[in-house]
């Protein structure tokens, strides 16, 4: 591997906005691998990505496959990535400039001490189209900053303080080795691509800089209410490959670690129950109970019955109370997931 870092663009009919994140990334120089994925786009995707490549031979590839979503795209990047680490940007996302710099300076002299760190974590920024408001979710209150650590030496993550895949750039060689192979055709998968391979990492580093932009509020983003609920079942897909992965905490034996992933299993599993309930339909509700009985018929008893009690935080134990149409609505305003 000669580049120091590879990052991966899935565009899927992004010719309105994939410029300005590519152009953001291209401040990185040869040290850099731009992967950009033309995910079977019917607009002018294929030919801006080409443009790239053309002029930028050094830094940028084109890949053009046929439409496999958001996950198939990833692992088109995963599979054909020569870097040393390894991140997502997401087309209609960006990087700021001085943050990736810094951050490239420090992989850079993991490679040159020959320091494997298996993770670098970032700070990311919820960019608001609706109303131009910016917030920054930042992690100095949980990791031991500008130093390698383990999973060990973490403190307790806030609930709106979980690994994104905004804010992580793992070791290429990590994911490769945990097997990781998201499912195609299918949103979402990026709470697969942060749970996954958690536990074959043991080195970590936090740098407090503001790296990722994470665009939102677009009607057409997967994240709005209303398209989540139309894909809920591949919401429900997401949440049982989350469900299979691990037996906690008998899977993952750091506590730490274990109980960092048993919160944000626990976490998704609300957020897909709520979808289900706000909908408002009899389908809806029996999906709902169905994920539960999943969990139940295919967990360690301990470990579904910690997470049922857990729950009880999130959602109603009567599905078509009000109380998860207010919890919902008072966490969105809150946080601005979406």
Known sequence: ??????????????????????????????????????????????????????????????????????????????????????????????????????????????????????????????????????????????????????????????????LLMHSVIYRTEVLRRSGLKLPEHTFYVDNLFVYIPLPYTSTLYYMDIDLYRYFIGREDQSVTTANMIN?????????????????????????????????????ITCITSMLLTISGTEENLEKRRRLWQYFKDTKPPRMYRKVKLSARGWISTQPKSNLTRRVYAIARKIYRFN
């Open 231 to 267: 894909r809920i079942d591949q919401q429900i897909r997401v949440n049982k490959l989350m469900i299979d992965a691990y037996d906690l905490p008998e899977d993952v034996p750091n506590r730490r670690l274990s109980g960092y992933m048993f919160n944000y299993l626990t976490m």
């Open 1 to 162: 591997m000669d580049k120091i870092l590879t990052i991966t663009v899935p565009c899927y009919n992004s010719q309105d906005y994939m410029r300005k994140c590519i152009d953001s990334l291209l401040s990185g120089g040869n040290d850099v691998e731009i992967i950009i994925v033309d995910d079977g786009s019917s607009d002018q995707t294929a030919a801006i990505a080409d443009g790239y490549a053309e002029q930028y031979p050094d830094m940028c590839r084109a890949i053009h496959q046929p439409n496999k979503g958001h996950g198939g795209a990833v692992n088109t990047g995963i599979r054909n990535a020569q870097g040393l680490y390894f991140k997502v940007v997401d087309s209609d996302d960006w990087l700021d400039r001085s943050a990736y710099l810094t951050a490239l300076d420090k992989l850079r002299s993991f490679r040159d001490e020959d320091e494997k760190v298996d993770i670098f974590i970032a700070n990311y920024v919820y960019e608001h189209v609706s109303d131009g408001k910016r917030r920054r979710i930042g992690y100095r209150n949980v990791f031991p900053k500008n130093r390698i650590f383990n999973w060990s030496q973490t403190k307790h993550f806030r609930i709106d303080q979980n």
